[in-house]
Each structure stands twice: as C-alpha cells, then as structure tokens.
C-alpha cells in the first residue's frame, strides 16, 4: 500500500511539472510578438536588429533633422552617442518637436528605422531611465 501512494505522488508531481512547463511555452509563444524592447540609438548603431524585427527606439529628436511633407514626416534620434534615421507616415503627437523626447515603435529597414507609430513625452519630467542616464553620461 505503501509503494502505491509513492508511485501516485511521483506521478502527481511529474503532471504537475509537465503542466507548467507547457503552460509557459505556450505564454512565450503568445507573447512572442507582443514584447517590444526599448533601444538607443547607439545600441542599434552598435548591433542592428533583425530587419522582421519590431521594437521601441528611444531617444531625442535631432535639432534640425524634423522634415514633413504632407503625412510623411522624417527626424533623426539620437541619444548623445549615436543617430538613427527615423521616416513615419501619419499624424504625430501634439507635443512631437525637435529637441524633445521620443520612443517610436517600428523596424530597421536598410539603415532607416520604419516607424509605426511615434509617443511623445507627456510632461517636461519625462525620460526613460535608460535615455536619462545616457544623455547625462554624453554632457
């Protein structure tokens, strides 16, 4: 009797384990095209993406770099060390300008980052952690 109720707790605990370890393959496959990671400029400068790839570029406007011609609008970002070229068609946030912050979703095609979509910062406070500390490490 004894040997029974071990070998039904072995068994419990195989399923169980088995039952997790499917459950997160199937998360990480769902989630797989839904997790965008934020870059600078420099770390796609350093080691370019994946051109199926979709991701956040993050970063400020270029001083003079801001072009619009109908819907399509083109800037760089950078980040203090490095610049991407950055084209978008679409309306852009109210508080879209040069010398601000931005974080644009979208792939590198051919040296170009293709955006999807543009965010602007909400508020003069607003930075992410990562930029912040480059841009103070590039004054």
Do not use: C
């Not at 004894?2 to 989630?31: D, E, H, M, P, Q």
């Not at 839904?34 to 994946?50: E, L, M, N």
């Not at 001083?63 to 109908?70: I, K, N, P, V």
């Not at 500390?133 to 004054?139: E, I, R, S, T, V």
């Amino acid at each position: 009797m004894r040997g029974l109720k071990k070998r039904r707790r072995v068994r419990l605990i195989l399923w169980t384990g088995a039952a997790l370890t499917l459950s997160v393959v199937f998360f990480g496959y769902a989630f797989r095209d839904g997790i965008q990671f934020f870059r600078t400029p420099a770390q796609v400068v350093a080691k370019a993406p994946d051109p199926r790839e979709t991701f956040r570029l993050g970063g400020m406007v270029e001083a003079g770099s801001l072009t619009r011609s109908g819907a399509q609008v083109a800037f760089r970002v950078t980040d203090g060390e490095g610049t991407i070229a950055v084209s978008y068609t679409g309306i852009t946030p109210d508080l879209f300008a040069e010398g601000e912050g931005v974080i644009a979703t979208g792939r590198l095609e051919n040296g170009i980052f293709r955006a999807t979509e543009i965010l602007a910062k909400h508020d003069e406070n607003y930075m992410p952690r990562e930029l912040a500390g480059l841009m103070a490490d590039a004054k």
